[in-house]
């Protein structure tokens, strides 16, 4: 993993990408954030060496660098998730090579199903912390202290500071957010009634299939994270309705727009 990481690294500081202010994760549907950034470099995801190529309708699959107000940043458009068939490790590969271009800074965003009763669809939810239920850990195997220490602190997974700020701007701009845990399960199924009660009865306010071994590999490697997740459906009891990716899409697409104002005035403030 590590010779991996620093060939592709070398291969993109050679395309002319430099040290990046914040790594972006953009997840389902929000892909659009992405026009926020003023795109100096883009590069297909099947031209960078070693990179997996996401296999999702709606997840286009390529890194930007660039600028947002002065700000330099690298986002990935498009995230490999464990259902794909990739193994633990392979998704989290970006995040390595993020650290490696010089990233200290994460922000990942993602869709999820909330069973928070007061969220509705179409909701934002910061993500204050999160539980990990997903089969497989990106840490598991021998460590390589290259990249951080066997036992990973994570006693604050989501940065307490940014947390604040984003808050702060929210209420600033008059965007309504909910703060929450995120629980991560493999998917792909989304959850049945008595699945989504058992994420509320854990302890976590919204569910996914993505981002926690991203933050895991993130915090591994020293990384401050920030999380937002748009809640595109709902779990909770006796209001579970039917759901599919195309409307998980679609809402997150309406919400997005918010998600990329509070996330840009949030890099360049
Ligand atoms: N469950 C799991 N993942 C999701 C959901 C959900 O309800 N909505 C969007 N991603």
């Known amino acids: 993993m590590w010779e991996q990481v620093q060939e592709t690294v070398s291969f993109l500081k050679n395309k002319g990408i430099t040290k990046p202010d914040y790594g972006i994760i953009l997840g389902t549907g929000l892909g659009n954030l992405a026009e926020k950034i003023e795109a100096d470099i883009v590069i297909p995801y099947n031209e960078i060496p070693n990179f997996p190529v996401s296999t999702v309708q709606g997840h286009s699959g390529e890194l930007i660098f660039g600028s947002i107000g002065t700000k330099k940043v690298v986002a990935m458009r498009g995230r490999f998730h464990y259902y794909e068939g990739w193994t633990i490790q392979q998704t989290v ?93 493999q998917g792909p199924t989304f959850e049945t009634p008595a699945e989504y009660k058992m994420v509320k009865i854990l302890g976590a306010d919204a569910v996914g299939m993505s981002t926690v071994p991203e933050v895991i590999v993130a915090k591994h490697m020293g990384i401050t994270c920030f ?43």
Request: hydrophobic share 45%; glycine share 8%.
């Open 93 to 185: 590969f970006p995040v390595r090579v993020m650290k490696f271009l010089g990233v200290d800074n994460l922000i990942v965003s993602n869709a999820s199903g909330g069973v928070n009763p007061d969220f509705k669809v179409g909701d934002i939810m910061i993500i204050t912390d999160h539980i990990n239920m997903m089969p497989d850990h990106p840490l598991h195997g021998k460590n390589d202290e290259r990249f951080g220490p066997r036992f990973v602190d994570m006693h604050e997974p989501y940065s307490q500071k940014m947390i604040a700020k984003m808050e702060a701007l929210a209420e600033k701009l008059a965007i309504k957010v909910h703060k929450g845990i995120y629980l991560a399960l």
């Open 227 to 269: 999380g937002v997740s748009v809640i595109t459906d709902l779990g909770v009891e006796g209001i579970v309705e039917a759901v599919s990716h195309e409307e998980v899409q679609e809402v997150a697409k309406k919400s997005e727009k918010i998600v990329g104002k509070l996330v840009e005035e949030f890099i360049k403030s």
